[in-house]
């Protein structure tokens, strides 16, 4: 796809203003703080702390305390291995191997646990600012610590919700869900009739994990089971708008009330409850940390390949900016490091428009902000101020959010660097995320992917096997492993599109091992629909 489908905007359902504002104050927080007490020098070093705030947005309260945990403690982590690295070496070379190095680890990591985004692009910065600042060994201790005392801020105010609204995130998922279906029962078409599914599979995951006894949960597995039985449509188009009307309403009422209305009569509800029931049963056992480490180490995970990517990007990145007069070297790599945080060559052509694109249209925000003396004060109201803004808006472009980011980096720099946002520093931003960005580009076409037909053809045995297991008559619990191994199908099948080398040649394949599966999968649904009636 070219520069218009990277830059066109997409529609986000919930949860965009609240984690906005949590990430806001995030930030606000500290950045006071250390201003109050006359420590602006150790202020990059809190912001770094703070990117834990940007992880685990929509995931539920219990997943999002543990990712936010090693999130925070990788951050940390990081910052004293790059602030090491300039301590006792001071090269800057050395110091470009080094963040090369956390980039793959991160980039690998990230990957396996699943992280979400920003995925390990974050990590790469603590890094990258740590090893670029000169260090002092003595200056190190303190500089840890605020950067773990803001991760700690972050991990607080992400999970204190679940006191007010512990059922939000389910509730969210499920809403999203709904949505999802009445796109498609609206306007029917393959791409819409997938993202449903996913949608669907999703929310069975969250809400069958979630103790029963919590709030609203019961209710919110009744809705799934809804969402799930009409996603195979009635074949009456006047029906099947009516039904996507209906869904839509309660989606808004879904993200908004505590307890969502179910609309639901209680010979239905038994039903969809009694479905509900049987889904919960068919759950599977979750991988731990440790199990996910070694699944993305084995072939056919592109994970491998990934983090070997960031890590040649990286160097190149690092050595390619000293060369060409950009001092702060970290800019580049850093953009090289974001660019491939994506799955694929498509996707990362992407982030490079993207990145791009966003830097020079921030570089004009932020010669326009800094055309003005600021103050120290004005300098933190205008990083969080950038901090919300890019929250509101990152999840529909990334390009967008890169807008507001760019004089987001600049203040920070002019914290502890009075003078630095002159515009010398703003051209040098600009080249050096446009080198990072372009170098990202090239070097994830070079090195080149090539488990990706495997990585398809091991989803389809999956998806084989369950069509057996629900053909032989395994029930609801058989049509539900089959419902999410046919989504893996279609994710690793979109990857493996993306690399310049596959363009679909395993579309048959897949595109017969679909319709076989989705004519077992909508069978039961037609069954509960009819149920329900």
């Not at 990957?111 to 979400?116: E, I, L, M, Q």
């Not at 731990?288 to 995970?301: E, H, I, T, V």
């Not at 990145?355 to 925000?365: E, K, L, M, N, Q």
């Not at 630095?420 to 090239?442: F, H, I, P, S």
Request: hydrophobic share 55%; glycine share 10%.
């Amino acid at each position: 796809m070219g520069l218009g489908g990277a830059l066109r905007p997409r529609r986000v359902i919930g949860n965009v203003a609240v984690t906005a504002v949590r990430a806001g104050v995030c930030v606000a927080v500290p950045l006071v703080v250390l201003v109050g007490i006359d420590r602006v020098d150790l202020a990059p070093y809190a912001a770094l702390g703070c990117f834990t705030a940007l992880y685990a947005r929509d995931d539920t309260y219990a997943r999002r305390r543990r990712v936010l945990a090693l999130v925070g403690a990788t951050l940390t982590v990081s910052v004293l291995v790059g602030a090491l690295t300039r301590a006792l070496v001071g090269g800057a070379w050395v110091s470009v191997l080094v963040v090369a190095v956390v980039a793959a680890a991160v980039k690998f990591v990230s990957d396996a646990w699943d992280f979400g985004p920003p995925g390990g692009l974050m990590f790469v910065f603590a890094a990258g600012v740590s090893s670029y600042t000169p260090q002092s060994l003595g200056a190190i201790p303190v500089q840890v610590a605020v950067t773990a005392a803001a991760a700690a801020l972050c991990w607080v105010v992400a999970s204190v919700g679940v006191l007010v609204h512990p059922s939000a995130p389910e509730r969210l998922v499920v809403a999203r869900a709904l949505v999802a279906v009445a796109h498609q029962l609206r306007d029917p078409c393959l791409g819409r009739r997938r993202a449903a599914e996913a949608a669907v599979c999703r929310a069975w995951g969250v809400v069958v994990a979630a103790p029963r006894w919590r709030v609203a949960v019961p209710e919110l597995e009744v809705l799934t089971a809804r969402a799930d039985a009409a996603l195979a449509g009635s074949g009456d188009r006047v029906v099947d708008a009516r039904t996507a009307a209906e869904f839509t309403e309660l989606a808004r009422r879904c993200r908004r009330a505590r307890v969502p209305e179910v609309l639901a009569g209680e010979e239905e509800w038994a039903v969809l409850a009694a479905q509900a029931e049987r889904v919960r049963g068919a759950r599977l056992g979750a991988l731990g940390w440790g199990g996910r480490l070694g699944r993305a180490w084995r072939w056919p995970s592109a994970a491998p390949v990934s983090a070997a990517r960031v890590m040649v990007a990286a160097l190149a990145a690092g050595a390619l900016a000293p060369v060409l007069g950009v001092e702060h070297w970290y800019w580049a790599v850093v953009s090289a490091a974001s660019v491939l945080q994506a799955t694929n060559v498509s996707s990362t052509w992407h982030r490079t428009v993207q990145r791009a694109t966003g830097t020079v249209a921030g570089i004009v925000v932020a010669a326009a902000v800094f055309a003005v003396d600021h103050t120290v004060w004005s300098t933190v109201v205008l990083i969080v101020a950038c901090q919300i803004g890019a929250e509101l808006v990152v999840m529909t472009n990334y390009a967008y959010a890169i807008v507001l980011v760019t004089p987001l980096t600049l203040a920070l720099s002019s914290l502890t660097q009075p003078g630095a946002t002159t515009d010398g520093m703003v051209l040098e931003r600009l080249w050096a995320t446009v080198l990072g960005a372009v170098v990202g580009a090239v070097v994830c076409v070079v090195v080149l992917n090539r488990r990706g037909p495997a990585r398809v053809e091991a989803a389809l045995a999956v998806c084989e096997r369950a069509c057996a297991r629900v053909e032989a008559g395994g029930g609801v619990v058989a049509r539900y492993r089959l419902a999410g191994a046919l989504v893996d199908v279609w994710r690793v099948q979109e990857e493996a599109e993306g690399e310049v080398w596959s363009r679909g040649g395993e579309a048959g394949r897949v595109w017969g091992v679909e319709s076989r599966a989705r004519a077992l999968v909508d069978r039961e649904r037609v069954v509960v629909a009819v149920a329900v009636g």
